[in-house]
């Protein structure tokens, strides 16, 4: 068994790969032991990652509050408390805050053999923000445009 203690720190989401105020609270990076990293990011209504893709592919479980998440291909999902999404190795995506609401979610991923996670895009600009909070509807499929 190997145990951390919880460094207390709570990070500011860098303007680079975040729009709006978020908060990360580092769980793990991938080390010797294990090629997953995994994160708890706390996002202020509004708030949202840029685009992106992982090399193999990420987990997404939800915590509190109500986000969206979507595809450069142009599915939109509304997600809340509990839900678990799974984004494809490769497939660009971001993930935040609806307009009106927290959102925080624990989002999980495996290092490739070069140790990269995570390969960050350009920033979601506001028309395809708007755009997917018209189209948030839950029953909506992340594969439908």
């Known amino acids: 068994m190997k145990y951390t203690q919880s460094n207390g720190r709570t990070a500011p989401g860098p303007a680079s790969t975040f729009t709006g105020t978020v908060y990360v609270d580092g769980i793990r990076d991938p080390d010797e032991q294990s090629a997953v990293g995994c994160a708890h990011v706390r996002f202020a209504p509004g708030a949202r990652t840029a685009w992106h893709h992982h090399p193999k592919g990420q987990t ?25 999404v799974y984004i494809e190795p490769g497939e660009e995506h971001w993930h935040g805050a609806t307009a009106d609401r927290f959102m925080a ?41």
Not at 60 to 84: H, M, Q, S
Not at 108 to 120: F, K, N, P
């Open 105 to 145: 979610h624990v989002a999980m991923q495996e290092a490739d053999d070069s140790g990269r996670v995570v390969t960050w895009l350009d920033h979601v600009t506001g028309d395809e923000y708007a755009t997917a909070q018209g189209a948030r509807p839950s029953a909506r499929s992340l594969t439908q445009p």
């Open 60 to 84: 997404l479980y939800v915590t509190d509050g109500i986000g969206l998440v979507a595809t450069r291909a142009g599915g939109v999902r509304e997600i809340r408390p509990g839900d678990v």
